[in-house]
């Protein structure tokens, strides 16, 4: 261990418990000794006590010599302070053999008077006097910065003294400067400069001391000034995120997904969802986070491989069968349905044949049990052999569907049309016309999309023959009527009604099988008859 760590060490254990100068005490040194006020109500056994206890000794003074420091120290200051005296026989004051016990103190607030009072009584103070040896003379300061002085281990702040005591510190600064020049320590006669040994005082460092560096150390966002010793505001302490340099100053910048506040230091977020709406995906919908956001997938929309697919229809599904395609979920039907096209939800009968079973429902009423079938459209409900079925209509036996060819298909049909016409609204055939008006230089048949389903021509046939027979019943009735009014009156004499060629028809239930060959054979006839 050198010489000067051993020093330092031993002035550690002198400084030991070092505050602040206390503002009710002032002292001036001269020589090896400095002179303290101690400005503290206080009698004159305390005084002695506070001043032993201190390190020093209650201040005796003879007022016949030359009390320079006194005075010095004294001006300006009012009030009575307890302190020792030497009379001219060099006996203490308070030692008298006999009569009451008193002590001496010193006047201020004018010239210096001694007086003594009971040593019981208190004072506005008293005075204290500290030796020390390898006293520090006066710091010298550079650029016309101040010195101020303080002693922490006595409380005192030394001014205008000649001499100051080891461990007296000294801070140089200039008038109006934000932050001091340096600051120094007196240790055996010399003046060192922070920072110095981290055991003493923080080696005078502001915030901490590093030992393993020995240097001093400053908290985070504040940076260690140039004196060494004091810690300055980080140029982007105040900012929230961080700061970038710009030409001689510092400006506050704030992470992406983060804008600058009005304040130029706090960072606010960015709304990306309602600023730019980055999600744009089938089904996707934006989220905000803070400094970012993600995109989710609606309601109805479930996530797969990283694509938000719409399920929502699934629910709504009439057969409850749903099947993913392209990425799409869609209703199914059981089979001999198909998807409504009118609604995607829904399931509609579908056959592709002539004959398909009939989707038949058991209903009751008033105790009864009825069977209410359909049939898809195009088709018409028949019976066989007491089961209900579905049988494709004939559109193309109707009269005329299609102007001129008519191609029958399940549940519809279709027009075309001949060479050199062309199909309109479905079933129209109207002329090509060309560039001379005389019709298409190439025509072709013209096919038509299938039409809906017409009524069959079979039903429009037993509707005439219907009438027909109701035609000739009420003719019947008639002749019957006439013929017995006849006979009751015995007045005149009916001519005979009775055609050679008159058909009557009777009555009967008939089937759809039945009206298609009627309607036939009643064609038939009249065909022979036009003959």
């Known amino acids: 261990?050198?010489?000067?760590?051993?020093?330092?060490?031993?002035?550690?254990?002198?400084?030991?418990?070092?505050?602040?100068?206390?503002?009710?005490?002032?002292?001036?040194?001269?020589?090896?000794?400095?002179l303290v006020l101690f400005r503290e109500p206080m009698d004159f056994p305390g005084a002695q006590k506070r001043c032993k206890d201190e390190g020093g000794e209650l201040s005796s003074v003879d007022l016949g010599q030359p009390q320079e420091t006194l005075r010095s120290l004294l001006s300006g200051v009012s009030g009575s302070f307890w302190m020792e005296s030497l009379n001219g026989t060099g006996v203490k004051t308070g030692e008298a053999a006999s009569g009451p016990r008193i002590c001496s103190f010193v006047l201020t607030g004018g010239?210096?008077?001694?007086?003594?009072?009971?040593?019981?009584?208190?004072?506005?103070?008293?005075?204290?006097?500290?030796?020390?040896?390898?006293?520090?003379?006066?710091?010298?300061?550079?650029?016309?910065?101040?010195?101020?002085?303080?002693?922490?281990?006595?409380?005192f702040k030394v001014e205008d003294s000649e001499t100051f005591p080891p461990g007296t510190t000294a801070v140089a600064e200039k008038i109006g400067a934000k932050y001091?020049?340096?600051?120094?320590?007196?240790?055996?006669?010399?003046?060192?400069?922070?920072?110095?040994?981290?055991?003493?005082?923080?080696?005078?460092?502001?915030?901490?001391?590093?030992?393993?560096?020995?240097?001093?150390?400053?908290?985070?966002?504040?940076?260690?000034?140039?004196?060494?010793?004091?810690?300055?505001?980080?140029?982007?302490?105040?900012?929230?995120?961080?700061?970038?340099?710009?030409?001689?100053?510092?400006?506050?910048?704030?992470?992406?997904?983060?804008?600058?506040?009005?304040?130029?230091?706090s960072c606010l977020d960015v709304n990306e969802c309602k600023e730019e709406d980055p999600c744009t995906g089938v089904g996707e919908e934006c989220e905000n986070t803070q400094g970012s956001f993600k995109c989710k997938c609606r309601d109805g929309f479930l996530e797969e491989d990283g694509m938000c697919v719409d399920v929502s229809i699934c629910d709504k599904c009439e057969h409850m069968k749903c099947i993913k395609h392209d990425w799409i979920y869609r209703c199914e039907c059981h089979e001999g349905f198909r998807v409504s096209p009118k609604n995607a939800t829904l399931c509609e009968q579908h056959c592709t044949e002539r004959d398909c079973p009939a989707d038949c429902v058991v209903t009751r009423d008033e105790g009864k049990e009825m069977v209410q079938c359909r049939c898809p459209e195009g088709y018409i409900t028949d019976v066989k052999n007491n089961i209900t079925f579905c049988t494709d209509i004939n559109e193309c036996e109707n009269e005329r569907e299609c102007d001129h060819n008519c191609e029958n298909l399940f549940g519809g049909y279709r027009c075309s049309c001949d060479e050199g016409y062309e199909l309109l609204k479905g079933h129209t055939c109207v002329p090509i016309e060309t560039d001379d008006g005389s019709g298409s230089s190439t025509p072709q048949p013209t096919p038509a999309g299938a039409s809906p389903a017409a009524v069959p021509p079979y039903i429009k046939t037993g509707s005439v023959l219907g009438i027909t027979v109701f035609m000739l019943l009420c003719a019947v009735l008639l002749f019957c009527s006439v013929r017995y009014v006849a006979k009751r009156c015995g007045k005149f004499k009916l001519p005979s009604f009775q055609h050679p060629d008159l058909d009557i028809f009777y009555l009967q239930q008939v089937t759809t099988e039945t009206y298609k060959r009627f309607s036939f054979d009643k064609q038939f006839k009249n065909d022979l008859q036009r003959q």
């Not at 550690?12 to 001036?28: K, P, Q």
């Open 1 to 34: 261990m050198t010489p000067t760590t051993r020093a330092l060490l031993l002035c550690a254990v002198f400084l030991c418990g070092l505050e602040e100068a206390d503002l009710s005490r002032s002292g001036h040194c001269a020589g090896t000794q400095c």
């Open 111 to 155: 010239p210096l008077m001694m007086s003594f009072r009971p040593c019981d009584e208190k004072l506005d103070g008293f005075l204290c006097r500290y030796s020390f040896e390898e006293p520090c003379g006066s710091l010298l300061a550079s650029g016309g910065a101040q010195v101020s002085y303080n002693h922490t281990h006595w409380g």
């Open 180 to 265: 001091p020049d340096s600051r120094h320590v007196c240790f055996s006669g010399k003046w060192m400069p922070a920072p110095w040994n981290c055991e003493v005082m923080e080696g005078g460092c502001e915030y901490t001391c590093s030992s393993l560096t020995k240097t001093c150390m400053c908290p985070a966002r504040q940076s260690l000034h140039h004196n060494n010793f004091t810690c300055t505001k980080d140029p982007c302490a105040d900012c929230e995120q961080g700061c970038e340099q710009e030409s001689d100053s510092f400006v506050c910048k704030c992470e992406k997904g983060y804008r600058l506040a009005k304040d130029s230091k």
